[in-house]
């Protein structure tokens, strides 16, 4: 399985940005997909999960009603539509995932992951 995370960027508090995850190599309809963010000097942590069939989504507190992930699985595809940024959600954003029914929270326990994409948010 590959992933390959885009869409990072600069913008100003308050702004908008949508980051891409496409996946390759697998049945995409079977994974779990989430989002992470590891700020500098910062463990990385959750940010939101979505299972397989959309239906179903996680998120962290500091993004609930400001982050909405979705994917679609005719284009092997996840989303994280980021609106109403804040600086403190400047950090290096991956996605990653596993094949599961669950929803996960624990980083450690994604099998696969793509590169980061930066988002930095200027106040």
């Known amino acids: 399985v590959q992933l390959q995370a885009s869409g990072g960027g600069l913008v100003q508090a308050g702004g908008s940005l949508r980051l891409s995850c496409a996946f390759s190599?697998?049945?995409?309809?079977?994974?779990?997909m989430a989002w992470f963010r590891q700020a500098p000097g910062k463990e990385r942590e959750f940010v939101a999960a979505?299972?397989?069939?959309?239906?179903?989504?996680a998120y962290a507190d500091s993004v609930k009603g400001r982050f909405t992930i979705s994917r679609d699985n005719a284009e092997n595809t996840a989303y994280l539509q980021m609106n109403s940024l804040k600086p403190e959600d400047t950090a290096v954003y991956y996605c990653?995932?596993?094949?599961?029914?669950?929803?996960?929270?624990?980083?450690?326990?994604?099998?696969?992951w793509g590169r980061g994409t930066q988002v930095t948010v200027s106040s």
């Open positions: 990653a995932t596993k094949f599961t029914q669950y929803i996960v929270r624990l980083a450690t326990s994604y099998d696969y």
């Open positions: 979505v299972k397989w069939s959309g239906a179903s989504t």
């Open positions: 190599g697998g049945t995409f309809s079977n994974s779990l």
